[in-house]
C-alpha cells in the first residue's frame, strides 16, 4: 500500500498534562473543552488559509504552482522561503483569529508574486461543517478511550465502539492511543504532509549517515499510562510499521540533532527511498522534514513521524 505520511511537532506538555490524564480517568468528562475549542477555531482558520491555497493554484496554474509545497505539503498556506520563517508564519495561522486569515494570507500571496494580489480570491468551494459536529469530531476518540479506560479499572472486559459492536477495552486504550493522540494534537499543532517512504527513519535505516539523528522510539507518546496501566500491552515503534501508525520520535532536546543531522546528510538522504530515481523528491521531502522540525524547535515540541494522520485523496489535509 501507498502511505500518506506526515511530520509533527508534537506539544509533549499537552500529552503529559492534560491528555494522558484524560484517558487515565483523571479529572471530569469535559476537561478537554477548552483544547477542543481550539481545534474548532483552527480548523476554520485551516478551511480558509487552504481556499487562499486553492484561488492561487487557481491563478497561477499547475505547472508553475508548486502545489506538493504550498498546498499538499506546509499547514495552511504558507510561502516564505527558509525554515524559521515558515515555522512564524504557521505560528502566526494557529494563533489567528478567522477574520486576521485573510491578512495573513495576502502576505503570503505577496512573498511568492506581488502582482497576484490583485487577482486571487479564496476558492470558497466545499464547506465545514458545524462547529459542534466539528467539536465532536475532535473529541470523540479520546472520550471513547477515556472510557476505555475506565472499563479496564472497573475489570469490564470491553465496551461499545462507534459502530455500536463491542470491542475489548484494553487493547482499544493501549492499540489507539499513539494514534488519537497525534490526532488531536495535530488540530492544534499541524503537520506536514508527503507521500511515499521517505520519512527520516526509513531514510536513516537506507543510508550510511554520520553523526546522531535525534530519533528513537516513540514510548514517550504514553506517558504514565504503561505504569497505571501494566496489564495491558504497550507497543512502541521507531519507525513507521504500517499504514495508520505513528513512527519514530526525537524527543524536545533532541530536535536540534535531528535538524543538524539532516543538513549534515542531506545528499546522501536524497539517494534513498521509493523515489530512488528522483532526488528532487526526495530533496522536497527533506525541506518538509527539517521545516517540520524548526516548528517544532520553535515551540519546544517535540517531532513524529506517522502515516495517514492526513489523506488529501479522501479530504483531510493539515
Known amino acids: 500500500m501507498g502511505y500518506d505520511i506526515s511530520f509533527h511537532p508534537v506539544d509533549m506538555r499537552l500529552v503529559q498534562e492534560r491528555i494522558v490524564p ?13 483544547l477542543v475549542g481550539d481545534a474548532v477555531r483552527q ?3 485551516r478551511f480558509r488559509a487552504n481556499a487562499w491555497g486553492l484561488g492561487v493554484l487557481e491563478a497561477y496554474g499547475h505547472e508553475d504552482f508548486d502545489a506538493r509545497l504550498y498546498l499538499w505539503g506546509r499547514p495552511f498556506f504558507v510561502t516564505a522561503e527558509d525554515a524559521a520563517s515558515v515555522a512564524e508564519t504557521v505560528v502566526r495561522y494557529c494563533n489567528a483569529e478567522l477574520d486576521e486569515v485573510d491578512d495573513l494570507a495576502r502576505s503570503q500571496i505577496a512573498l511568492l508574486d506581488p502582482a497576484l494580489l490583485s487577482r486571487v480570491e479564496p476558492n470558497m468551494n466545499g464547506t465545514l461543517p458545524s462547529d459542534e459536529n466539528l467539536a465532536v469530531g475532535f473529541r470523540w476518540k479520546l472520550e471513547l478511550l477515556r472510557e476505555a479506560g475506565a472499563a479496564v479499572r472497573a475489570g469490564r472486559p470491553t465496551i461499545r465502539n462507534a459502530d455500536d459492536e463491542d470491542i475489548s477495552a484494553g487493547s482499544a486504550l493501549s492499540g489507539n492511543m499513539q494514534f488519537a493522540t497525534v490526532e488531536f494534537l495535530a488540530a492544534l499543532l499541524p503537520g506536514w504532509i508527503e507521500r511515499g517512504r521517505v520519512w527520516p527513519s526509513e531514510l536513516e535505516e537506507n ?10 522510539d516513540n514510548s514517550p507518546l504514553f506517558g504514565s499510562l504503561p505504569v497505571e496501566f501494566p496489564a495491558l500491552e504497550w507497543e512502541s515503534n521507531w519507525t513507521i510499521p504500517s499504514n495508520y501508525s505513528i513512527g519514530g ?4 532536546s533532541d530536535v536540534p540533532a535531528l535538524r543538524a543531522w539532516l543538513a549534515r546528510n542531506a545528499e546522501s538522504l536524497t539517494a534513498v527511498g521509493d523515489q530512488w530515481d528522483d532526488r528532487p523528491y526526495v530533496r522536497k521531502a527533506l525541506r518538509k522534514i527539517d521545516e517540520a522540525a524548526a516548528l517544532a524547535e520553535l515551540t519546544g515540541s517535540g517531532f513524529l ?3 495517514e494522520i492526513y489523506s488529501p485523496a ?4 493539515n
Open 22 to 34: 484524560f484517558l487515565a480517568g483523571r479529572g471530569g468528562d469535559g476537561d478537554l473543552a477548552d
Open 43 to 45: 480548523a476554520k482558520v
Open 305 to 307: 513521524e506517522a502515516a
Open 249 to 252: 520520535y526525537a524527543a524536545p
Open 207 to 216: 543510508v550510511s549517515t554520520e553523526g546522531y539523528s535525534g530519533l528513537s
Open 314 to 317: 479522501e479530504g483531510t489535509i
